[in-house]
């Protein structure tokens, strides 16, 4: 009277159907006990509830045997075995033990996997069972002490029987003996499962695939984009030199027809007004007067037009350039182009004896040029030219104290600069102003005395 509690029934079968699961060869079971008077009550009922398993298995208990003899014989099972752990707290030599010590001693020797019935043996070596859960049973027992300490008659509070066992494996004892963990059945519970590579650090492999996805099409990407850059390049290095051959070509084109037309200047012109002046000259002795200074008038012209001719068929082509050299000819042509209003200065440092003809007409239009452009635009009052040797080549200054220009708008809209450039890039010089408003102009030309396209050699 005035009693309740927990029936929690002992399910020894469970983990026999677990352990068949789990190997299908399984033919004998060695049940291990002590000698101790619980320890036989666990035999008895364990023999009940294993009727259910014979003959399909053969159970052989291993009761009350000394320590060093159970050893022995769990050491050498035969196959298809499994060895059913129910509790030792003492052995068949008298000697007590811990039930949980004494499954780790039997799991270091034995030849077979362990399977037990309660949950504290899990860790000690046990593959599993169906393991009554002591944490669970612990809770239930407690709820039912806490209806009574709340005033609940114990008669008025059902006794209750709730199934406490959970089925469990350890995932180090399936890899110990060679277990499928596909044989593990549904629901049953895996303990201390070492996580793979896989699941620690998924999701870092998954972003660093996409990472490395991402970067393989970026590289990708990149290298169909060079290819097509390195393509255009050498499609526009081609144009390039097609275009600068067709330059140089048009350059020395345009050097010919002015050779040309000086010559007809000169050859023609020049002497067909060499003989008017001398008419003229003759046809103002023989009449007099008026007409006579008419005759003096016109031989005047004539010789004016003369020497525009001889300037023009000179500044086309300079004959002498070939014959005096180039600093003779720069010489000349700053005495030339000099104005009363500007100075024009012109010196020379190591400049070698004998330059190329094509490098020597090319540095010699360069100046002309730009003393050219100083003289319609600078405003300057001074303009300085120097040549100098420099290794490997020559190196040409023109500098000017003028109102200067903004290099980058005026660049294109003339064909000066264009034409300095073109005659420089086609010897293989280099060309560089610089120039802002208010500050002067600087014109600074390098050309390399390598190969000559031009074999031909020009004194200086």
Known sequence: ANSTGV???????????LASALQPQLQRVFVVNGSDTSDLLSEQLAREQ?????????????????????????????????????????????QNFHPLEYIDRLSKVTSAPIYSWVDS????????????????????????ALQVLRGARADDIPVSSPDLHVPQVDWRQLRRWGISEA???????????????WDRYKVYILVA?????????????????????????????????????????????QETE?????????????????????????????????????????????????????DLSHRLHPAKLRLIGLVSALHGLQRELSRAEIAISFTHDNVPTSLPADLTL????????????????????????????????????????GVGFDVGASWGKGLGLVSMGERL?????????????????RLEATVPLGVSEDPEIVAV
């Open 50 to 94: 294993f009727r259910q398993f014979e003959p399909r298995l053969t159970f052989a208990y291993l009761t009350g045997l000394p320590t060093e003899e159970l050893e022995r014989r769990v050491a050498a099972l035969p196959s298809h075995s499994i060895v059913y752990y129910l509790v030792v707290n003492r052995d068949g030599a008298g």
């Open 7 to 17: 029936v929690a029934r002992t399910d020894l079968g469970g983990t026999v159907a």
């Open 183 to 197: 044989r593990v059945p549904p629901g049953t519970l895996v303990r201390f499962q070492e996580l793979s590579v």
């Open 425 to 441: 890039e086609a010897i293989g010089g280099t060309f560089e102003i610089h120039s802002t408003p208010g500050a002067g102009t």
């Open 258 to 310: 002015r050779s040309r037309i000086a010559r007809e200047l000169h050859d023609d012109i020049s002497q067909q007004m060499a003989l008017l002046q001398i008419d003229l000259e003759l046809l103002g002795g023989a009449v007099q007067g008026h007409a006579g200074e008419l005759a003096g008038e016109a031989l005047n012209r004539a010789q004016g037009v003369a020497r525009s001719v001889h």
């Open 121 to 144: 043996a899990m860790d000690h070596g046990i593959v599993g069972g169906s393991l009554k859960d002591q944490d669970a049973q612990t809770v239930v027992v407690a709820q039912l």
């Open 209 to 253: 695939l996409a990472a490395l996805v991402a970067q393989t099409g970026l590289i990708t990407g990149l290298l169909v984009q060079q290819a097509r850059r390195q393509r255009a390049e050498q499609a526009l290095q081609t144009s390039y030199e097609r275009i600068r051959d067709l330059g140089g070509r048009l350059l020395k084109a």
């Open 362 to 401: 090319c540095l010699f239009r360069v100046v002309q040029e730009a003393l050219q452009n100083a003289l319609k635009y600078s405003g300057a009052k001074r303009v300085l030219v120097h040549l100098r040797g420099v290794p490997g080549g020559l190196a040409l200054t023109v500098a000017d104290d």
